[in-house]
């Protein structure tokens, strides 16, 4: 087989999500580059064009789909970097749910961002 | 769960001359990877004045935008998400095993695209009035 590197366990749980999320993440990350950038120039972005984006259920839900996928994808990454550089015992324990926390977190936050962009609160 | 991979001399970071394709992709995924977490965070933090009313929101993302530096720091996240974005695609395609015997060249690839596309960008992201 060619030369291959990587951080993740081939075949386990958190490589299968890591690359279910990827798939995602590959469009909806380009398709947000190309919206905030291109379409419209970042310069130009107030509240009340993002509260007409956000006010579309179906750009919502992308976008705090997005939101998800990305912060499991991060937080995924990070730990099994963590884990490749060779951690156990009871630092991989705290890493892990200080990773979960700080997932949890950002999910949460960024919901809250998301309803008020879309007006809901 | 947790298991050793034998990366050869990728950890040992003075024998970078010697580094192959593969060493280099995976050393470029995981600083892209760390970059792309990073700003995460960040964005939601910024994005988080929407909480403090349409004004604040506003005020904050276009002064922000007015900034030189802040233009040249998305176009480096520009170029760190599309080459994430590239050497993903390489990174599925070599794990459901198309394309293996040319895993160093699609990474050119990714070098080179990633190259393009930003260059072609740059007038876009740096176009507008400054402050």
Same mark, same amino acid.
């Not at chain 1, 993740?8 to 580059?33: D, P, S």
């Not at chain 1, 120039?41 to 509260?51: C, E, M, R, V, W």
């Given at each position: 087989?060619?030369?291959?590197?990587?951080?993740?366990?081939?075949?386990?749980?958190?490589?299968?999500?890591?690359?279910?999320?990827?798939?995602?993440?590959?469009?909806?990350?380009?398709?947000?580059?190309?919206?905030?950038?291109?379409?419209?120039?970042?310069?130009?972005?107030?509240?009340?064009?993002?509260?007409?984006?956000?006010?579309?259920?179906? #750009?919502?839900?992308?976008?705090?789909?997005?939101?998800?996928?990305?912060?499991?994808?991060?937080?995924?990454?990070?730990?099994?970097?963590?884990?490749?550089?060779?951690?156990?015992?009871?630092?991989?324990?705290?890493?892990?749910?200080?990773?979960?926390?700080?997932?949890?977190?950002?999910?949460?936050?960024?919901?809250?961002?998301?309803?008020?962009?879309?007006?809901?609160? | 769960?947790?298991?050793?991979?034998?990366?050869?001399?990728?950890?040992?970071?003075?024998?970078?001359?010697?580094?192959?394709?593969?060493?280099?992709?995976?050393?470029?995924?995981?600083?892209?990877?760390?970059?792309?977490?990073? #700003?995460?965070?960040?964005?939601?933090?910024?994005?988080?004045?929407?909480?403090?009313?349409?004004?604040?929101?506003?005020?904050?993302?276009?002064?922000?935008?007015?900034?030189?530096?802040?233009?040249?720091?998305?176009?480096?996240?520009?170029?760190?998400?599309?080459?994430?974005?590239?050497?993903?695609?390489?990174?599925?395609?070599?794990?459901?095993?198309?394309?293996?015997?040319?895993?160093?060249?699609?990474?050119?690839?990714?070098?080179?695209l990633t190259g393009a596309i930003v260059v072609a960008s740059i007038p876009t992201?740096?176009?507008?009035?400054?402050?």
């Open positions: 087989m060619a030369e291959h590197y990587s951080s993740f366990e081939r075949g386990g749980r958190r490589w299968l999500f890591q690359r279910l999320t990827a798939v995602f993440l590959i469009g909806v990350l380009a398709f947000h580059f190309m919206l905030l950038h291109f379409v419209n120039h970042a310069a130009d972005i107030t509240f009340a064009g993002t509260q007409a984006r956000m006010g579309q259920w179906s #750009y919502f839900a992308t976008m705090w789909l997005f939101l998800v996928t990305a912060t499991f994808h991060g937080v995924n990454g990070v730990y099994n970097a963590l884990v490749n550089q060779g951690i156990s015992g009871s630092q991989k324990t705290a890493v892990k749910y200080v990773l979960v926390v700080a997932g949890l977190l950002l999910v949460a936050q960024g919901t809250r961002v998301a309803l008020a962009m879309n007006g809901l609160i | 769960m947790s298991q050793s991979y034998n990366r050869g001399t990728v950890e040992d970071f003075g024998r970078w001359r010697e580094f192959s394709a593969g060493m280099w992709a995976w050393i470029f995924h995981k600083f892209t990877g760390w970059v792309l977490v990073g #700003y995460l965070f960040t964005h939601i933090a910024v994005l988080s004045t929407s909480l403090g009313g349409a004004e604040l929101y506003t005020n904050t993302l276009q002064g922000l935008e007015a900034l030189l530096v802040v233009r040249f720091l998305e176009v480096g996240l520009l170029a760190v998400a599309v080459f994430h974005i590239l050497n993903g695609i390489r990174l599925l395609m070599v794990d459901l095993g198309v394309g293996l015997e040319a895993q160093d060249k699609s990474f050119y690839a990714s070098l080179v992201f740096l176009g507008g009035p400054l402050a």
